[in-house]
């Protein structure tokens, strides 16, 4: 029987396999890997997915194919809030793609054209798209190593700003190419000069460096190598997607509030809260600044992901609670769950080997990741954007504050190594009853 799996690029792998009915994940990922010629190591770098517009998910290895797709209205009941003709329309196709738990720093040893290709292929769908939010400026520079991908090396007879102008959407993300077009975005800046995109991708397309003595195969591989290393400073690269939604903010003389569209990625580094229309950060945290817990819904609430993390309230610290609503809560603590104790068999592994190599020396310290270089970078947090629940506990009772934070409201939490999410004592005089 015949069998489609989809690349990042819309190339269709067709495959005949027997007995598919019963084969795994880890069987059909052997035979994909083997048509496609990659090396054995494919096999931790990629991943099978089953992927529709409504739903994401990465298969286990002992999964298998056909009973999941036999079983995906019933996924989508479970973990979408869709109204049923879409359910019933929808159907999910098989792709290949990156694994979620394959470690950043593993990339940069890669030096096999075909799996740096698929990788770069993957992270510029992920840019244009906007689901990884990137300033203007790292844009352009991911944009200028699209060009010279596809067009080749600059050539300024060839290569102007209306040549570039006519396919912009193909190098920068879609949201910046469109931006400023709308009859009430023109009506609103009218006589405002809207950006020339194409000239500062122009300009990055000039800098791209070439190596004089460089063949073509290994120059391709170089600038495949540039775009997934600018890519890897994103703090969510390789992360999976889920979708939710968050409370507004209450605003106005009536506190009109609302609630806010979000994609929420989940990698072995964190998680990230991302306005979905905006394409920015609204709240970024590593494993170390924050503890969680989702809930089920009972006869009002809904299906929450609650993450709780230090933050601020009129200079003082305070405890904050931020609560995404999503049907998708529980695969989204599952995984926080999974990224943690693989971080701590990998710092286990990883102690043992220097206390064998060198017993004298001390573990080495946590690397934190160093701080962003622009203000208003759309990587940055945007806390204030948020509609959190602050709060300080006093005996047995949680109340909503003005406060300095206390111990944790959760007991699931990041637990090995050092951590920056520590308690502060609060004077009882600093609690206000919410």
């Known amino acids: 029987m015949d069998v489609l799996v989809y690349l990042i690029d819309d190339t269709v792998v067709q495959l005949s396999v027997d007995g598919l009915m019963s084969v795994t994940v880890h069987e059909l990922h052997r035979i994909v890997r083997d048509a496609l010629q990659l090396p054995e190591y494919a096999m931790e770098v990629f991943a099978l997915w089953l992927i529709s517009p409504l739903l994401e998910v990465q298969l286990k290895p002992k999964h ?28 999910p196709s098989l792709q290949f793609r990156r694994n979620v738990f394959f470690p950043k720093r593993r990339e940069l040893q890669i030096e096999n054209e075909a799996v740096l290709r698929l ?82 991708l122009l300009q990055a397309y000039q800098a791209v460096r070439e190596e004089a003595a460089c063949e073509e195969p290994e120059a391709l591989r170089q600038h495949y190598r540039a775009y997934l290393q600018r890519c890897h400073q994103l703090p969510y690269y390789g ?42 950060v609204l ?60 971080n701590a068999a990998a710092e286990a592994s990883a102690l043992e080997n220097s206390t064998l190599q060198s017993p004298t020396l001390p573990p080495l310290a946590n690397k934190q990741r160093p701080k962003l270089r622009r203000q208003n970078s759309v990587v940055c947090s945007r ?30 939490q990041f637990s090995h190594g050092a951590t920056s999410y520590s308690a502060v004592q609060a004077p009882a005089e600093s609690l206000e009853q919410g």
């Open 119 to 200: 990788l770069y292929e993957e992270a510029k769908f992920n840019i244009l798209k906007g689901r990884y939010p990137c300033d203007v400026e790292d844009c352009e520079q991911l944009g200028a190593l699209v060009c010279r991908l596809q067009l080749g090396p600059y050539d300024q007879d060839q290569h102007t700003a209306c040549a570039l102008k006519e396919k912009l959407e193909a190098f920068l993300p879609a949201h910046l190419c469109r931006r400023g077009h709308s009859l009430l975005t023109a009506l609103w800046k009218r006589g405002a000069k809207q950006p020339a995109y194409e000239q500062g």
């Open 64 to 91: 298998q194919p056909y009973k999941v797709c036999r079983q995906w209205q019933e996924l989508l009941l479970r973990f979408t809030d869709c109204q049923e003709d879409e359910i019933m329309q929808d159907e």
């Open 283 to 342: 709240l970024g945290l590593r494993f170390q600044e924050l503890s969680w817990d989702h809930t089920y819904p009972d006869e009002e609430e809904e299906h929450i992901l609650w993450l709780e993390f230090d933050g601020e309230n009129e200079g003082t610290l305070v405890n904050k609670l931020l609560k995404i609503y999503s049907k998708q809560a529980e695969l989204m603590s599952g995984l926080i769950e999974y990224c943690l104790e693989l």
């Open 239 to 280: 992360c999976a997607f889920f979708y939710g939604e968050i409370d507004k903010p209450t605003q106005g003389f009536l506190h009109r509030g609302g609630r806010k569209a979000v994609s929420v990625a989940i990698s072995l580094e964190g998680v990230y809260v991302m306005d979905s229309k905006e394409k920015h």
């Open 383 to 412: 806390i204030q954007h948020l509609a959190t629940i602050d709060y300080i506990e006093d005996g047995k009772e949680i109340k909503r504050v003005k406060p300095k934070r206390t111990a944790s409201f959760f007991t699931r």
